[in-house]
């Protein structure tokens, strides 16, 4: 019973997270026009030791977090996946919709570590600036996101935005702790009163945020797709003897496929469908009902 009740204020925890983040957009947002000129400003990381109670300072962590944002500012998505230390193909995918649609540049504001024993608890606010939303100006869209943290083999960390699996009944409740503290609840308060009231006044920001989580519901179904895809697909090594008519016939069920077969190999095969070489590996998406 104690697993299941775990699991469920992490549900919970999940789901008032969800609410702050607007539909596919994975940040907090407000719009607030500056201009364009402006100069932006970021407070990285409190100089205080334990700015709040409970925190600790991690200095590589912190730095590494930081590291991480910039490369999410810029749209660059092989340092994102260096300083997360684990790729996130979907993470990635909103990163190029947001670059894509204006985004240039995301600062980190404040930094809050907690410690869970070898793990830590990383709560982050940013500022993201978006151009072309309003003519002449900037769009700042404050944001807030918790990752969970964990260290890896070369001395620095992982970052997860979700608990992984393994680790949600031991790690609910600490997040829920982090969550209901006080000081933490003011600070997320503050963004949502923020982004609630900014948005009455630029309907062109409501705009956008609507026009982007089309684009990027459109392009997490087509990653979803290529995912599915890639899991149905398998790969045959080529024997001496063999043709593409009679892999086609033991595959795939019917020796007519080998064009099929071909064209989704040509690049590796080459102009001649009759040379196939000992060794090469053809991949295959078999469909539903053909030969394992």
Not at 2 to 9: D, F, I
Not at 140 to 145: A, H, M, N, R, S
Not at 251 to 262: A, I, P, R, S
Request: glycine share 8%; hydrophobic share 35%.
């Amino acid at each position: 019973m104690k697993g299941k009740k775990e699991r469920s204020r992490w549900k919970r925890w999940k789901g008032g997270l969800i609410r702050c983040l607007p539909g596919a957009v994975f940040f907090l947002v407000t719009a607030c026009p500056v201009a364009a000129k402006e100069e932006t400003e970021a407070v990285i990381v409190s100089e205080e030791e334990n700015e709040f109670p409970g925190s600790i300072r991690e200095d590589g962590l912190e730095k590494q977090v930081l590291a991480y944002y910039e490369a999410e500012g810029k749209g660059d998505l092989e340092k994102m996946t260096e300083a997360r230390g684990m790729e996130d193909r979907e993470r990635q995918i909103r990163i190029q919709v947001l670059s894509e649609n204006g985004m240039s540049d995301i600062q980190v504001t404040r930094m809050v570590v907690y410690p869970a024993d070898e793990r830590r608890i990383v709560i982050v606010s940013y500022d993201m600036y978006l151009e072309g939303v309003e003519q002449g100006k900037k769009v700042k869209l404050p944001g807030l996101e918790t990752f969970l943290t964990e260290p890896d083999k070369e001395g620095g960390w992982v970052l997860f935005e979700e608990v992984p699996k393994e680790a949600e009944e031991e790690m609910a409740d600490r997040i829920m702790a982090c969550w209901d503290r006080e000081e933490v609840g003011d600070w997320i308060n503050e963004i949502n009163r923020a982004y609630e009231e900014a948005l009455k006044d630029s309907p062109e920001t409501v705009e956008w945020i609507d026009e982007v989580r089309e684009k990027l519901g459109k392009e997490l179904s087509e990653e979803l797709a290529k995912e599915l895809e890639m899991q149905e697909r398998h790969y045959y090594t080529v024997k001496k003897g063999d043709s593409l008519w009679r892999i086609a016939g033991e595959l795939l069920g019917d020796g007519t496929e080998w064009k099929k077969l071909y064209e989704e190999n040509r690049e590796l095969i080459g102009e001649n469908p009759d040379l196939i070489l000992p060794g090469t590996e053809l991949a295959i998406a078999r469909q539903a009902g053909e030969k394992s």
